[in-house]
């Protein structure tokens, strides 16, 4: 069966974006879209609702209304042509669902957490406490509350059950209940890289490489006191710096483009895709000391790639990479520096060797096979429980 999904994108870029895009690219169902551009966050928080809810509630749609496979939508009725809406949590789902067209109010919603507000982590203490219980809105406004993870799941869970018992009166705790027993974990797909075949590795020194954003829930700084201390031990190694960078990244980059020197291969992100591909290939080791991280599309893709992983025995890694995993870290610089030194000498022996953990259950032909039949079933309980 074949579903017409309007899926609303309220920061269509990075990760929110390469789901969306990767899942409507290779689904069975029509999906057509409506994004708003990934700048200003907390804007698109607060507004999108009304926006995508007056947007729909126009003769003509906007020239952000995307359509992947779908048929034209009536002139007279364009609200009417969807099986189901789909939104992630950078939407307020209530709000927008009093402000849509009748139709629109009648779909069953799916909500994918890609992230929180509840959790995500904030330097300065910061936390917007109205955008944290949109995100508890939006999820009991959803029919369907998927997640990218089951470390996210329960750390939602936990933290807005947490939150609620915090609030002046009529706290209602138990409204988590309601989410839980309608949440479910739904891992994005991954567009996997395949290692170069047939080709030993390149003599040389350890070849590092780093493809996280450059926040500071990343943990650069301990990243680069790693690297610090394989230089006062001696250790040989190169480095790639990927990820995104943003206007006011971290000064920890700035200052290590300098002391690191010529042990750079590349500073900044790729150029092209193909670019970003031979970098991953090229390299010996991936390395997140992240305090915060969902899920980890990038550290699956350097995997997938030929990368061993070196990361924290947290979050979501125990759970996307294998919780046997031998090359965890302890989050601490010299955990982080140790392994790469055992790593370095493991790579320069003929006889040892490092197990890198299988991902290819994250490949996106087959998630994407496996959210359209979730898609299906959703679609076809909602029309019997309609009749």
Known sequence: MSCRILALNA????????????WSQRSRHEFTTLTLPGTKWKWRAR??????????????????????GSPALSDDSPQSEFDLLFCTDMLNLAEFLGLSPEPIRRLPRVAYFHENQLTYPNRDDDRDLHLAYSNITTALAADAVWFNSEFHRQEFLTAARKFLRRMPDRRQPELVNRIELKSEVQSPGVSLIAPTRNRKRRPGPLRI??????????????FFAALQLLIDRGVDFRVSLLGESYRESPPCFASAREWLDERVTHWGFADSRSDYESLLRAS?????????????????EAVSAGCIPLVP?????????????????DGSAADVADQLEHVAAIIGSSTQRIARPDVTRFEWARRSAELDNRIESLTSRFVEHSK
């Open 11 to 22: 920061f269509h870029s990075g990760s929110h974006r390469a789901f969306l895009d990767g």
């Open 284 to 300: 010996d080791v991936v390395v997140s000391a992240a305090e915060h991280e969902f899920f980890g599309i990038a550290v699956l």
């Open 209 to 222: 490489i780093w493809v996280s954003r450059w926040e500071h829930d990343k943990r650069p700084d301990i």
């Open 313 to 329: 025995k947290a979050l979501a890694y125990p759970e996307t990479l294998g919780a046997d995993l031998s090359t965890f870290h």
């Open 47 to 68: 507004h999108s609702a009304v926006w995508f809810a007056e947007q729909l509630s126009l003769q003509t749609g906007p020239a952000s209304l995307t359509r992947t």
